[in-house]
């Protein structure tokens, strides 16, 4: 019973091709983010959805388009994908109260060769 | 704007203890502190909201300091399990605000 679940776990694809990632939870949390951790292991913040509602976003290229179909679903898909872009992205989510933290998925890595 | 986070690493032995120090230059809602193991995904810790309570977990505590925007934690009798890299992450505002980490402090307990 994963509480949020990423899909892929690996994702290698050539420059220039289109991807998704696909986050799903089952905490009944509000709200769910994605975040892109580079190589150097710095955690930065891309999109927030709030209900379905984009309520953060962050200065990400417009080729990065989130898309919440619901409150349990945040998927993240990626246009011309370049080489900066290789990084473990990783989907959160939490409830909207001060005392909660977040829950991560497992990461997706993703490759650009 | 991000926070600042020290030392960048640690080296203990088990049984010692660590501090990690998280630094904002703006006026902070609330700290978060995560640790990841390498290759998963961060894991939550806890959680302080502004009004300087000490919060614990297991030997693993942290403190907030609102008027110095600063943040602690404290990890006490290290054991092997520890080890990691430590992050805080600071929100400048309400529930919905967004959360920003600090750089990361890797903590490498030795038997």
């Known amino acids: 019973d994963t509480a949020v679940s990423q899909t892929p776990k690996y994702l290698v694809t050539q420059m220039g091709n289109d991807k998704s990632i696909k986050c799903e939870q089952n905490?009944?949390?509000?709200?769910m983010y994605w975040y892109k951790q580079d190589s150097k292991k710095f955690l930065k913040i891309m999109f927030s959805?709030?209900?379905?509602?984009?309520?953060i976003n962050e200065t990400v290229p417009n080729r990065f388009s989130p898309k919440s179909p619901d409150k349990a679903h945040l998927n993240l898909h990626i246009n011309s994908l370049e080489l900066g872009d290789s990084a473990v992205y990783f989907c959160?989510?939490?409830?909207?109260?001060?005392?909660?933290?977040?829950?991560f998925g497992s990461g997706t890595r993703l490759t650009v060769v | 704007q991000q926070p600042v986070q020290s030392p960048q690493a640690v080296i203990l032995r088990e049984g010692e203890d660590a501090v990690i120090n998280c630094s904002s230059s703006?006026?902070?809602?609330?700290v978060h502190w995560y640790r990841q193991k390498h290759g998963e995904a961060p894991v939550f810790l806890m959680i302080?909201?502004?009004?300087?309570e000490q919060k614990g977990h297991e030997k693993i505590s942290a403190s907030f300091n609102e008027k110095k925007q600063q943040s602690s934690l404290y990890l006490t009798a290290s054991q092997l399990s520890y080890s990691g890299t430590y992050f805080c992450?600071?929100?400048?505002?309400?529930?919905?605000?967004?959360?920003?980490f600090g750089q990361g402090t890797t903590l490498q307990v030795k038997p």
């Open positions: 959160a989510s939490s409830h909207n109260r001060d005392s909660n933290g977040y829950t």
């Open positions: 905490l009944g949390h509000d709200t």
């Open positions: 959805y709030n209900n379905k509602e984009l309520i």
């Open positions: 703006k006026a902070l809602y609330s």
């Open positions: 302080l909201l502004k009004g300087g």
């Open positions: 992450g600071t929100r400048g505002s309400g529930n919905t605000g967004k959360l920003i």
